[in-house]
C-alpha cells in the first residue's frame, strides 16, 4: 500500500479539516489526485462516516481513483464527476472542503450550489457545517464575497512551499466584523508565525501594483489607485502592529 505524503500547502488543508467533529461527511471539491481523501483515510479514517470527492473533468477523476487504489481506499470515497457541488447533496456534506483553486471558482462553486446561510439555517444545524477554502488567488474577491454573503471566516492559516505562500480559510455561516481594505488583501491570520512573510508579500504586491498605475490618468484609474493606497498603507499598519506583537 503507497503512503500518501502531502505538501506543505495540501498539509496545511487536511489539518484543518482533521480538526473538525468526528463521524463527519467529507466533500473534496476539485480533488483531482484525491491526496487529501486519501491522506485522511491513511490518517484519521476512524473520523470520516464517508467521503466523496468531485471533479470537473474525467481525466482527474480517473488519476483521483488510481491515488486510492494504491492508498487502499479505493473502495471508501465516491468518485463524482461535476461542476463544484453540482452532484452533491446538501445533506451528503458537513464539511466541503475547495482548495487549490482561484477564488473567483470557489465563488461561483459556493453560489451555484446555493450552499448558502439561507440553506443552511433551514435545513439542518448550520453550526455543524464547515468550509475550508483554499484560494490560489483572487483572495480579496473571495473574502470579500464571503462577508457579503452571510459567513464568517473563523480562522486563516498559511502555508509555505519554496518561495511560495499559501492560505487557508475555515468558515461556517454566521457574521462577522467587517474586514478592513487591508484585511480583505492580507486576512486576520494573526496567529500563523508566517504572517510577517505574507504582509511583507502583499505590501511588495500592491507596491508594484501603484507604481504600474503611476502613469496612467483618469478617473477611474484615481479612484482605483487611491483604493490600493488605502490598501498598502493598511497592510503596513498591521506589518508593525506583527513586528511590535513579536518583540
Ligand atoms: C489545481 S487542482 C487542485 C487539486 C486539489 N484540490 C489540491 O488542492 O491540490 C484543481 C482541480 O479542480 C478541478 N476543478 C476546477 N474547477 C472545478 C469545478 N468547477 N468543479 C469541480 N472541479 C473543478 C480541476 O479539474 C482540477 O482537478
Redesign the pocket.
Known amino acids: 500500500m503507497k503512503t500518501i505524503h502531502l505538501s506543505p500547502?495540501?498539509q496545511m488543508?487536511a489539518d484543518m479539516v482533521a480538526q473538525q467533529k468526528k463521524n463527519g461527511w467529507l466533500v473534496?471539491?476539485?480533488?483531482?489526485?484525491a491526496?487529501?481523501p486519501a491522506w485522511l483515510l491513511q490518517e484519521h479514517r476512524e473520523q470520516f462516516a464517508y467521503i466523496i470527492a468531485?471533479?470537473?473533468?474525467r481525466g482527474?477523476l480517473d488519476r483521483a481513483r488510481q491515488t486510492a487504489r494504491e492508498a487502499g481506499c479505493g473502495e471508501d470515497i465516491d468518485f463524482r464527476l461535476?461542476?463544484?457541488l453540482a452532484a452533491v447533496d446538501p445533506r451528503e456534506a458537513d464539511i466541503i472542503?475547495?482548495?487549490?483553486?482561484g477564488g473567483e471558482?470557489i465563488v461561483?462553486?459556493l453560489k451555484s450550489a446555493c450552499w448558502a446561510p439561507d440553506w443552511w439555517l433551514g435545513d439542518g444545524p448550520m453550526e455543524d457545517k464547515v468550509l475550508v477554502l483554499?484560494p490560489?488567488s483572487s483572495m480579496p474577491e473571495l473574502r470579500d464575497w464571503l462577508q457579503r454573503s452571510g459567513f464568517r471566516i473563523e480562522e486563516e492559516r498559511l502555508a509555505k512551499e519554496g518561495e511560495t505562500l499559501y492560505t487557508a480559510l475555515l468558515v461556517r455561516a454566521g457574521e462577522m466584523a467587517p474586514l478592513r481594505p487591508a484585511e480583505l488583501w492580507a486576512g486576520k491570520n494573526t496567529g500563523a508565525p508566517l504572517r510577517g512573510e505574507w504582509l511583507d508579500q502583499w505590501i511588495a504586491r500592491t507596491g508594484r501594483a501603484l507604481e504600474g498605475m503611476a502613469r496612467a490618468r483618469g478617473e477611474e484609474t484615481a479612484s482605483r489607485r487611491w483604493a490600493l493606497e488605502e490598501v498598502r498603507s493598511g497592510l503596513v499598519e498591521m506589518k508593525k502592529e506583527w513586528e511590535q506583537w513579536q518583540r
Request: aromatic share 4%.
Open positions: 500547502r495540501l488543508v473534496d471539491v476539485g480533488t483531482d489526485h491526496y487529501l468531485t471533479d470537473l473533468r482527474p461535476c461542476d463544484g472542503v475547495i482548495a487549490g483553486m471558482t461561483h462553486i483554499q490560489m
